[in-house]
């Protein structure tokens, strides 16, 4: 294995793909998302995403779009100049519940992660309860974030990045 | 941040390497070993240490409950003093002149004014009492998988370290390439690959 400090500068072109291939899927294949994970309803992008731009001509530049109703054709624009999602806030919904949170490339971090709403703790004993059930509720994001992730890793080793999804990112970015 | 925040941020953690058995005995041991110390009256600046997650105030690991479930659930604390720089400043040059006036001298020595400023610093964190940040985290031994319930980076590089010294198994923080190289679904050939990627170019 590579040294990490090295490998975390060198590899952060992959969480940014990952994260544009995450936005690639919400908008084009959640029938595809499904079979990754059987127990999501809808997987959306949330209020915010971040984009940057580091190998074209634009280099450097950064794009923030927020809001709960943010119009995402600028977003489509950057990609279109050579950009990349670097940062992305998801809404993840299973059965009747919502899980919210934001997901970095580089780091594969998450953070500001908002799972459904639990009973209060109002003594020490139900501590151990609480616990028990804020690990599984975690786990339900973190465990949809693994497993995206380990389909986008197989796909992008493999022929089928160069002969079939790049094709198809290119196109959804190109009829943008 | 604490693991029953409203919102929480989890950075994620291989761990590689097995404890001696009694695994429960060997990690409460390292615990209490490595277990964060009162600095309050001291002079140190920082303290770093494994601390109880239901009672993060009385490190003590004799007989707190370090497993839920299947989970090994505690925190890193880091307790650090503040000192704001004027009233360094302050002291400092009272003691300065208090040095001059007594030396009968126009100057100071740089050594000795670095002297000075150690020494008020020393005192003051001795008056200052340390505010104490609390990190949980989980740890699933079977699984090798832990959780670290912050995204600070001083508190993840702290983590390692601690966790290193405290347990002697290695933590390899999972971002895009560590993910990769450590997931059990990929084959030789595909780690391979792994190792010659060059990022996509999706519009020319």
Redesign the interface.
């Known amino acids: 294995?590579?040294d990490?400090a090295v490998?975390?500068s060198?590899?952060?072109?992959?969480?940014e793909?990952?994260l544009?291939w995450i936005w690639f899927m919400i908008e084009n294949d959640q029938a595809a998302l499904q079979k990754i994970d059987p127990e999501l309803a809808a997987l959306e992008v949330g209020r915010r995403m971040v984009l940057v731009n580091r190998?074209h001509r634009d280099a450097g530049e950064t794009v923030t779009i927020k809001g709960d109703h943010a119009g995402m054709e600028e977003g489509l624009l950057t990609?279109?100049?050579?950009g990349m999602v670097a940062e992305i806030h998801l809404v993840y919904r299973s059965g009747d519940h919502e899980w919210q949170f934001s997901l970095?490339?580089?780091?594969?971090?998450?953070?500001?992660?908002?799972v459904p709403a639990t009973g209060k703790?109002e003594s020490?004993e139900e501590?151990?309860g609480?616990?028990?059930e804020?690990?599984y509720l975690?786990d339900k994001a973190?465990g949809l974030i693994?497993r995206l992730?380990?389909r986008f890793?197989?796909l992008?080793?493999?022929n089928a990045?160069r002969q079939k999804v790049?094709p198809a990112?290119?196109r959804w970015?190109?009829s943008a | 941040m604490g693991?029953?925040s409203?919102?929480?941020?989890?950075?994620?953690y291989r761990v590689e390497g097995r404890l001696a058995d009694p695994v429960m005995e060997t990690v409460r041991a390292a615990l209490n070993k490595h277990a964060v110390d009162d600095i309050d009256n001291e002079a140190s600046e920082q303290v770093i240490g494994w601390t109880p997650?239901?009672n993060p105030f009385a490190p003590n690991f004799d007989s707190a409950?370090i497993i839920?479930?299947t989970?090994f659930?505690f925190s890193l604390r880091i307790d650090k003093k503040s000192i704001p720089t004027k009233v360094v400043q302050k002291h400092f040059d009272l003691e300065m002149k208090r040095r001059l006036k007594e030396s009968k001298r126009d100057f100071l020595a740089r050594a000795e004014k670095q002297e000075i400023r150690d020494r008020v610093v020393n005192v003051l964190s001795t008056r200052i009492p340390a505010t104490p940040n609390v990190y949980d985290l989980?740890w699933d031994y079977e699984a090798g998988q832990l959780?670290f319930f912050t995204?600070l980076k001083s508190a993840n590089e702290a983590l390692e370290s601690l966790f290193k010294q405290s347990f002697k198994l290695s933590l390899?923080?999972?971002?895009?390439?560590?993910?990769?190289?450590c997931?059990q679904?990929?084959s030789g050939p595909?780690k391979d690959?792994?190792?010659q990627?060059k990022?996509?170019?999706?519009?020319e």
């Open positions: 294995m590579l990490v490998a975390y060198r590899y952060q072109f992959l969480g793909e990952f544009t190998h990609l279109k100049k050579g970095k490339g580089e780091s594969l971090n998450i953070s500001s992660l908002k703790v020490q501590v151990e609480a616990i028990i804020k690990i975690c973190v693994n992730y380990g890793i197989k992008r080793l493999g990045w790049v990112m290119h970015i190109a | 693991i029953l409203t919102s929480v941020s989890i950075t994620q997650l239901e409950d839920i479930d989970t659930v989980t959780w995204n390899v923080r999972l971002f895009p390439y560590t993910a990769a190289e997931s679904d990929l595909e690959n792994l190792n990627l990022p996509t170019v999706f519009m």
